[in-house]
């Protein structure tokens, strides 16, 4: 039977995620921007203000089942100057790897902090996990999620066929969801990064 989570806890990732959304979709945009590509600033989406990058069923989702999206930065691979399928696998892989970043430096300072639970120790936490999540979770392979765009990035296929396919995005996932897919790729993929982060906060702490 499903529970929902303690306030508490929610209110522990709330910093997690808003930290975790803000700076994935910032990379997308600010490597864009940096390859030619005006579209992420003229939408106003080259800002760390969370409240531009929130995908309310992504939202939502972070919060009750601990995996979920951002809004995508819109691009136009047409713009960039290295071309449109190095542009779009850097512009991809910008993303999860900022998360990586947030949840590397997160996983220091709460060995810094002695790895506890207390009310900081529970944010810092947070901010390991979701941005793990975050960050591993949009390389899954499926549009409209980054992973699907850095594999077509390293595969002889034209690359419109993902425009076709993004705006089924959401019920892709649902149907994931709903089959068990994405819990068996948190257990098998997920939880063990999640768990080497963890150890690494402890072997901060152990100094």
Do not use: C
């Not at 506890?116 to 499926?142: M, Q, W, Y």
């Not at 765009?149 to 019920?171: A, C, D, F, H, T």
Request: hydrophobic content about 55%.
């Amino acid at each position: 039977m499903f529970t929902l989570p303690s306030f508490q806890y929610m209110l522990s990732l709330v910093p997690g995620i808003m930290l975790g959304l803000s700076v994935h979709e910032y990379a997308h945009g600010k490597v864009a921007d940096a390859l030619g590509d005006p579209t992420p600033r003229a939408s106003g989406r080259l800002t760390l203000n969370p409240l531009a990058h929130i995908d309310p069923i992504g939202l939502i989702l972070l919060f009750l089942a601990g995996f979920g999206w951002a809004k995508p930065v819109p691009v136009n691979p047409y713009y960039f100057r290295i071309g449109m399928r190095w542009g779009m696998f850097w512009v991809s892989l910008a993303g999860p790897a900022a998360n990586l970043v947030v949840a590397f430096v997160g996983a220091l300072l709460w060995g810094l902090w002695g790895v506890k639970t207390d009310p900081l120790g529970l944010v810092l936490r947070g901010i390991v996990a979701i941005n793990v999540v975050l960050a591993l979770f949009n390389l899954l392979p499926v549009p409209p999620l980054d992973g699907s765009k850095v594999l077509v990035s390293l595969l002889p296929l034209e690359m419109n066929w993902l425009l076709r396919y993004e705006q089924y995005g959401v019920i892709i996932l649902l149907l994931l969801i709903l089959t068990g897919v994405i819990s068996l790729y948190l257990e098998i993929v997920v939880k063990p990064v999640l768990y080497l982060f963890v150890r690494l906060a402890q072997a901060v702490s152990g100094f």
